[in-house]
């Protein structure tokens, strides 16, 4: 978006997005947000009243970018619904080794540090969630034809989110992406187990 068109209200989401991500959202503050959009108290203050509305219109932001900032630019090009999976997961592990292992899932780190958030900001941050499975599920449905007709599709978009979300934390802990890649190998794994028994399976 072209500096010009760009409200103040955008450049507080924006800079509150990059600082809650990188500081944390309780080591944030305000004054690190106006420092940041270089606007003065009173313009913060006529968009949002607190910041926990910042945190709001954050994950609202996340929500509704969720496929032109992530899903889309991850599945250019690549049409198999399963590699679609992995695609979007090696987007991951580019930001992991892009921060030499400082990455952090924005979304999962947020839910982490929030253990005790208020009902809105929780959820936000499940829809969050939901809106990503729900990319996986997709995925899953359209490759129903190479998988068990009885595949609990959600269940398996869960443990696709779970082991995206382990592998990064671990990655960032250990500052070593090959805990990432061997949690991604193992699902790599089970996708092909799980595509070889509907082969193996007899026909009715």
Same mark, same amino acid.
């Given at each position: 978006?072209? &500096?010009? *068109?760009? /409200?103040? #209200?955008? #450049? ?8 809650? +991500?990188?500081?944390g959202y309780n080591s944030t503050s305000i004054a690190d947000i106006l420092s940041r959009t270089q606007l003065n108290s009173g313009? !913060? ?8 509305? %910042?945190? %709001? ?17 991850? +599945?250019?090009?690549?049409?198999? &619904? ?5 695609? $979007? ?5 580019? =930001? ?8 952090g899932c924005p979304i999962g780190s947020l839910a982490l540090e929030l253990h005790e958030a208020d009902p809105v900001v929780r ?6 969630? /939901?809106? +990503?499975?729900?990319? %996986?599920?997709?995925? $899953? =449905? ?5 998988? &068990? &007709?009885? !595949?609990? #599709?959600? *269940?398996?978009?869960e443990l696709v989110l779970t082991t995206m979300e382990g592998g990064v934390m671990q990655a960032r802990t250990h500052r070593d ?8 190998? =193992? !699902? ?5 187990? $799980? /595509?070889?028994?509907?082969? #193996?399976?007899?026909? *009715?």
């Amino acid at each position: 978006m072209p &500096p010009q *068109a760009r /409200t103040s #209200r955008d #450049r507080i989401v924006e800079a509150a997005m990059d600082l809650f +991500w990188s500081k944390g959202y309780n080591s944030t503050s305000i004054a690190d947000i106006l420092s940041r959009t270089q606007l003065n108290s009173g313009s !913060l203050y006529h968009a949002f009243p607190g910041k926990q509305d %910042i945190l %709001i219109a954050v994950l609202e932001a996340y929500r509704e970018g969720l496929y032109p900032m992530l899903v889309t630019p991850a +599945w250019e090009g690549v049409e198999d &619904p399963v590699e679609r999976i992995f695609a $979007l997961l090696a987007f991951y592990r580019r =930001a992991i080794v892009e921060t030499d292992c400082a990455y952090g899932c924005p979304i999962g780190s947020l839910a982490l540090e929030l253990h005790e958030a208020d009902p809105v900001v929780r959820d936000l941050l499940a829809v969050n969630f /939901t809106g +990503w499975t729900g990319a %996986i599920e997709a995925c $899953l =449905a359209d490759a129903a034809d190479r998988l &068990p &007709p009885d !595949l609990d #599709r959600k *269940a398996l978009a869960e443990l696709v989110l779970t082991t995206m979300e382990g592998g990064v934390m671990q990655a960032r802990t250990h500052r070593d992406v090959a805990y990432f890649d061997r949690g991604i190998a =193992a !699902l790599r794994h089970y996708f092909d187990l $799980l /595509t070889h028994v509907e082969e #193996r399976a007899p026909s *009715a």
